[in-house]
């Protein structure tokens, strides 16, 4: 097995143990809808963008802000800068000895997070540490209506200390195609988290400790290098605005879509859209 997938399986699990010996904080977390007629590269409609850190944090200050105001664009600068920083922070740190085993470096984690819709986890492995003090990461949505209230922020701390964490949701409507708008009108209200796609541990895992720092490893194509793509512009990103009449044709989405129920059709649009994100098309 390659020492990077090695390391991400084991830092996995260890995430697993490591949140199994913790006691467990809820809260409602924030959700902000944010528009914009502009690109906002680095967060495309159909997207939900979880931020979670401490609420003095740059990220956390500045996205939230933004996106009570309603505005795509300076929350995808806020984003921006975190991902120059981080980039600029791991790039210091690249050559630093003496890693630690992912078991161990989750133990030195103040807080670990967690985000559900209705139950179904969404993302895991959000921690907040003095060398990293929020994270963000991009979800994929297949657009309309969602309950506030149905969003849940687990965060799991140490029984003699829990650090203060925020947790915002950033949801960026897509433009819908008519198929997409016929599917989602049609989807029975309890089945709305099938809008949702579940993101493990999406960006930020593999997690290694070098010499005291959190350094971020690579994972499930998403590279610090792409920093450059994504924010200054890459003739492969198509649709910014989450419109996947952009990027698949429209014979073809209605040749897979074809002869599925209202639930069924939904989650293939989520999943497709996923797949774009992964593959770098949607940002």
């Known amino acids: 097995m390659r020492d990077d997938v090695k390391l991400l399986v084991d830092s996995v699990s260890g995430l697993a143990e490591e949140v199994a010996t913790r006691v467990r904080l809820d809260q409602t977390p924030e959700l902000l809808e944010v528009e914009s007629a502009e690109p906002a590269p680095g967060l495309p409609g159909g997207s939900i963008c979880v931020v979670s850190g401490k609420p003095e944090a740059a990220l956390v200050r500045e996205a939230g802000e933004a996106a009570r105001h309603g505005d795509a664009v300076a929350v ?27 078991e161990k470096a989750f133990a030195e984690l103040p807080s ?57 949701l950033i949801v960026r409507q897509p433009e819908l195609s008519p198929l997409e708008q016929k599917a989602l009108e049609q989807l029975p209200e309890a089945f709305d988290q099938v809008k949702v796609e579940a993101s493990f541990l999406p960006i930020w895992a593999p997690i290694v400790v070098a010499a005291g720092v959190f350094l971020i490893g690579i994972a499930a194509g998403y590279e610090l290098r792409q920093h450059e793509a994504i924010f200054h512009g890459d003739p492969e990103i198509k649709a910014n605005r989450g419109s996947l009449s952009e990027l698949v044709d429209e014979a073809e989405l209605a040749r897979r879509l074809e002869g599925l129920d209202p639930e069924a059709t939904v989650k293939t649009l989520v999943e497709l859209r996923a797949s774009l994100m992964a593959e770098g098309k949607l940002r």
């Open 76 to 102: 995808a600068r806020a984003l921006e800068r975190f991902d120059a920083d981080l980039r600029a922070a791991a790039d210091e740190d690249r050559e630093a000895a003496d890693r630690l085993p992912p």
């Open 112 to 168: 670990i997070t967690a985000v559900s819709y209705r139950d179904k986890p969404l993302v895991e492995g959000l921690f907040v540490h003095p060398q990293v003090d929020a994270m963000y990461v991009n979800v994929p949505f297949a657009g309309g209506a969602l309950e506030a209230e149905a969003f849940r922020a687990s965060t799991y701390v140490r029984e003699e200390e829990a650090p203060p964490v925020e947790t915002l």
